[in-house]
């Protein structure tokens, strides 16, 4: 009886312990932002959700690789950054993280067709 007992209270123990485990596995650092997820909540009204762009809005064809030759990483953020003059394309400076814009920097490279997926 008495060793029974004790196994049932190991068997608990364990139990216990996986679930405080899962929990600090949830509570970790936060995930790295989305850039898919926010292309779709910020930019794909103007860009298109696949980033083809609107030829009435004149924005680019983020899946052209062409357009990925004429242009850096840097010109991408600083775009998103500061919007462009003179165009609808908005400055999210304020409205997003350096590693929201970085992610969508990454998530534009990735349309580029000639990039397997
Ligand atoms: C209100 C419409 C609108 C929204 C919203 C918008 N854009 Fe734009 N964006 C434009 C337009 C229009 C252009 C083309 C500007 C031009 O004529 O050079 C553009 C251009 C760009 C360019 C190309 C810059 C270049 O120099 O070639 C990038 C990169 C870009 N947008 C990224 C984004 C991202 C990322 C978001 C979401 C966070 C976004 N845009 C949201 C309208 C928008």
């Known amino acids: 009886m008495r060793f029974q007992q004790s196994t049932i209270v190991k068997i608990l123990f364990l139990g216990f312990s996986c679930a405080l485990f899962s929990l600090a596995l949830q509570a970790g650092p936060a995930p790295a932002p989305d850039g898919g997820d926010l292309f779709k909540k910020k930019c794909s009204m103007c860009h298109g959700a696949d980033g083809k762009g609107y030829s009435a809005l004149k924005t680019p ?16 953020a600083d775009t998103i950054k500061n919007g462009k003059k003179g165009t609808p394309m908005p ?4 409205k997003l993280s ?16 000639s990039k397997k997926k």
């Open 61 to 76: 064809d983020f899946t052209d690789p062409k357009y990925h030759a004429s242009i850096t990483d840097k010109e991408i």
């Open 91 to 94: 400055a999210f400076a304020d």
């Open 98 to 113: 350096e590693d929201e814009i970085n992610s969508l920097v990454a998530y534009i490279r990735s349309l580029d067709s």
